[in-house]
């Protein structure tokens, strides 16, 4: 059985209540309580969005999202009461797509949903056909559109979906400014996402392109407006 989304949260009500919230805006949803029924969720069903608390009872959801990540790809929002800095590194840096603080609102939080599913189901139909056949050099690294990898060293790393159409964008817009706003309403395609998750991805990017990510030579940082990505035309 495939559903839209899976909530993985070990509180009950807010769990049951978000699911219902979400199955009555006709975003079909299941939810599970601990990292075990996550997983034999997963045996027999699929979804193309996880919303995934940090807490769960004895359990924890970055472990959970490190087991996930091992056999898919769909898009993991994490959603948690902790709103540290380092948590939010934490999430996004071992596969998490975004980092969303409790309370929330269930209409924002569906709005961000819908967007997030909005631009998969896109990407999916699309196909990445634009780029298929694409090979594109920055310096050392290699960039293969059709495969979403980025080769350098003789290392091969894959773009995340998000890593690949932040990637995209700047490719198409090298050498021009981009300010964070004009990146949330192009890429993100939603206002609700932070600048660090913003900031998170950029890193990553740069660490898979750049020989020095602490100073790179191709994706810039234009304090206080955005980002540039140097390139010969």
């Known amino acids: 059985m495939h559903t839209?989304?899976?909530?993985?949260?070990?509180?009950?009500?807010?769990a049951e209540y978000t699911a219902k919230f979400?199955?009555?805006?006709?975003?079909?949803?299941?939810?599970?309580?601990?990292?075990?029924?996550?997983?034999?969720f997963f045996k027999e069903n699929t979804c193309s969005l996880i919303l995934l608390d940090i807490n769960l009872g004895t359990d924890s959801g970055f472990d959970l999202c490190r087991e996930l990540r091992t056999e898919i790809s769909?898009?993991?929002?994490?959603?948690?009461?902790?709103?540290?800095?380092?948590?939010?590194?934490?999430?996004?840096?071992?596969?998490?797509?975004?980092?969303?603080c409790k309370p929330y609102s269930l209409g924002v939080l569906l709005a961000k949903v819908k967007a997030v599913l909005k631009r998969c189901e896109e990407n999916g139909s699309k196909s990445r056909t634009e780029d298929r056949n694409q090979l594109i050099d920055l310096g050392n690294a290699c960039i293969d559109m059709k495969k979403a990898t980025v080769t350098k060293d003789g290392k091969s790393s894959p773009l995340k979906a998000m890593e690949y159409k932040l990637l995209m964008y700047l490719l198409k817009n090298k050498n021009r400014v981009i300010s964070k706003d004009e990146f949330f309403e192009k890429v993100w395609e939603t206002d609700y996402v932070s600048e660090v998750t913003l900031n998170v991805h950029i890193r990553h990017l740069r660490e898979k392109i750049e020989d020095d990510p602490s100073h790179p030579v191709f994706i810039k940082t234009v304090w206080g407006v955005g980002f540039m990505l140097e390139a010969e035309d």
Request: no cysteine; aromatic share 8%.
């Open 74 to 100: 769909v898009p993991i929002l994490f959603i948690s009461a902790r709103s540290s800095e380092d948590d939010m590194l934490l999430a996004l840096g071992i596969g998490g797509d975004d980092y969303i």
């Open 4 to 14: 839209s989304v899976l909530i993985i949260d070990d509180e009950p009500e807010l």
């Open 22 to 40: 979400f199955n009555v805006s006709g975003v079909p949803t299941e939810y599970v309580l601990t990292a075990e029924a996550a997983l034999g």
